[in-house]
Nanobody, 126 residues
Framework: QVQLVESGGGSVQAGGSLRLSCAAS????????MAWFRQAPGKEREGVAG????????YYADSVKGRFTISQDIANDTLYLQMTSLKPEDTAMYYC????????WGAGTLGKYNYWGQGTQVTVSS
């Protein structure tokens, strides 16, 4: 079993920054891949950024490249998402997720993430 607990969401103005954290516990082999997803009201859940726990790669949605950075602290079992230059369209519930791999990103990988946190709300005002 894997437990994921997100924190760090909030309300900011456009152009601002936030850092999301995801504290993970439980089976490490079940979280070879870690990722951040988001879902805005009335929209489908979408992948924002992903990372291979072994350090073999990071992945980003085109909409956040150059603005968001995913990272991890292996020793403390924490996943981060540093968000800068935030835009109103970044407003969404952000979720941390894990899957046992080996496919961390790309078409069809949403369904491979079988552990999810409860989400943290990010609101960006113009």
């Amino acid at each position: 079993q894997v437990q994921l607990v997100e924190s760090g969401g909030g309300s900011v103005q456009a152009g601002g920054s936030l850092r999301l954290s995801c504290a993970a516990s439980g089976s490490t082999w079940s979280r070879t891949c870690m990722a951040w997803f988001r879902q805005a009201p009335g929209k489908e859940r979408e992948g924002v950024a992903g990372i291979n726990r072994g350090g073999f790669g990071t992945y980003y949605a085109d909409s956040v490249k150059g603005r968001f950075t995913i990272s991890q602290d292996i020793a403390n079992d924490t996943l981060y998402l540093q968000m800068t230059s935030l835009k109103p369209e970044d407003t969404a519930m952000y979720y941390c997720a894990a899957n046992p791999g080996p496919f961390c990103w790309g078409a069809g990988t949403l369904g491979k993430y079988n552990y999810w946190g409860q989400g943290t709300q990010v609101t960006v005002s113009s």
